[in-house]
């Protein structure tokens, strides 16, 4: 699939590339080539006495005056074709289905919700929703506890998109889909759910770890807890609500996130961690800079903080991606962290470095980090071991040793116990 996209560009790529390369030669010889005919036929007729030679310059200075508009209008025209081709890459982005808004029409539940004598942790959400976290932390308790109940979850049979088809209300009916798509609605073919009757518990302020073998639904958890996608079947709470009933909005606004796939957008170093607090002072952002161990990264070049990142953050290694996103989460200070295999490009020492920052970033937080390393979550409050979409077991690092086989099998692979 990629293959044929990748291919059809790079066809696409040097079809224009050669356009270019004949477009400006061939305008050269036409202007070059009017020039000689009205020349050669005008000195004809100046010799034979038709024409005085005065006129003949006259008009070749017309001449020059024209072609350099034509010159600039062929280009225009160029521009205007590559211009029309981005446009329709924008449109076709703006015409994937957007997540389903629920918060623009709050289900009665949610109105229910709301008007209910609520839990602190109910009341916490609501404020949010007029304001940035920071403020609100200081008078409600800021961590949150989340429940997941027998969750069960399908990709939709193409959620390449990111989930917007797949996501879909309580009362069944589907987002806006593309015409082009199968109706989400549908049950996919293939058999079994990427996540099984998942059920665990994450106490408020604790700090729990997701292992298992890759592909056993981890990343797709995280997903859930931040409302990518709506399980198939089960419920989320977060802080007794049902994520359902929580606008993503809010929601998220409690949520900071580190990818797997740490993203960097294009511009300077503070472009990118300002994206997470955009009031934040130059000295806030070199203290967390620090904390990751990114410093350097500012200090060795003059620009510092101004650094330009390049398209994409081409100009940064995996790890330094991955601390990047660190800092941008520790900088947003939400009271929940959802972390994927946030320490797997860096090397043991900031490892370590890391471990000791989230060390500090974990107290008064809830914490949910999806981990490769067993050594990095052994002191974790519980760790959840999932495989195949079913958690197969849920405890503490020593509990686990005793009672997880595949846990003990990790363990051991790892080094963390003799086998
Ligand atoms: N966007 C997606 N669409 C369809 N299937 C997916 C998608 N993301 C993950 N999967 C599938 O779901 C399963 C679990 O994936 P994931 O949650 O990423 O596992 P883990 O993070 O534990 O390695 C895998 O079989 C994977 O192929
Ligand atoms: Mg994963």
């Known amino acids: 699939m990629i293959d044929v996209e990748a291919s059809r ?21 036409c202007i070059q080539g009017a020039f000689i005919v009205v020349l050669a036929v005008g000195g004809i007729r100046v010799a034979a006495g038709e024409l005085r030679l005065g006129d003949l310059i006259a008009f070749i200075l017309y001449l020059f005056l024209l072609v350099m508009p034509i010159g600039s209008a062929m280009s225009a025209f160029v521009q205007i074709q ?13 015409r994937l289905a957007p997540e389903r808004t629920d918060e623009d029409r709050p289900s009665p539940a949610t109105r229910e919700a709301s008007n209910r004598e609520a839990a602190p942790g109910t009341a916490a959400l609501r404020d ?32 390449e998109d990111g989930g917007a ?26 058999g079994r759910p990427v996540l099984d009757g998942v059920s665990f518990t994450v106490p408020a302020g604790s700090r729990t770890a997701l292992v298992g073998p890759s592909g056993a639904g981890k990343s797709t958890v995280l997903a859930l807890l931040e409302r990518f996608y709506e399980p198939t079947d089960g419920s989320i709470t977060y802080d007794g609500t049902a994520l359902s009933e929580i606008p993503r909005s809010e929601l998220r606004s409690r949520i900071g996130l580190v990818e797997q796939e740490a993203p960097v957008l294009s ?25 990751v161990g990114l410093d350097a990264l ?103 040793l005793e009672e997880s086989d595949l846990y003990r099998d990790m363990a051991s692979r790892q080094r963390l116990v003799s086998a």
């Open 9 to 29: 560009a790079y066809r696409a790529g040097i079809a224009m590339a050669r356009l270019q390369a004949a477009v400006q030669p061939i305008m050269s010889i």
């Open 82 to 94: 590559s211009g029309l081709a981005a446009l329709d890459r924008i449109q076709e982005i703006a």
């Open 128 to 159: 949010t929703s007029t304001g940035p976290s920071r403020a609100t932390r200081a008078i409600v308790p800021p961590a949150g506890s989340i429940e997941l109940r027998d969750v069960t979850f399908r990709y939709a049979p193409d959620a």
């Open 165 to 190: 088809t797949a996501a879909r209300s309580p009362d069944g009916t589907a987002a806006p889909v593309p015409q082009d798509r199968p109706d989400p609605a549908e049950p996919p073919g293939d």
């Open 267 to 291: 511009g300077t170093l503070a472009d990118n961690l300002r994206l997470a607090a955009p009031d934040a002072t130059d000295v806030q952002l070199r203290r967390v800079l620090s904390a």
């Open 298 to 400: 500012g200090d060795r070049t003059a620009d510092g903080l101004d650094l330009d990142l390049g398209e994409d953050g081409i100009r940064l290694s995996g790890g330094q991606r991955q601390r990047l996103a660190w800092a941008r989460v520790i900088l947003a200070d939400r009271p929940v962290l959802l972390m994927d295999e946030p320490t797997s490009a860096v090397d043991s020492r900031t490892e370590q470095l890391l471990q000791q920052t989230l060390g500090e970033a974990s107290r008064d937080r809830t914490v949910v980090v999806v981990a490769h390393r067993l050594s990095t979550v052994a002191d974790f409050d519980q760790i959840v071991v999932l495989d195949q979409g079913r958690v197969t077991a849920v405890g503490t690092h020593e509990e686990l």
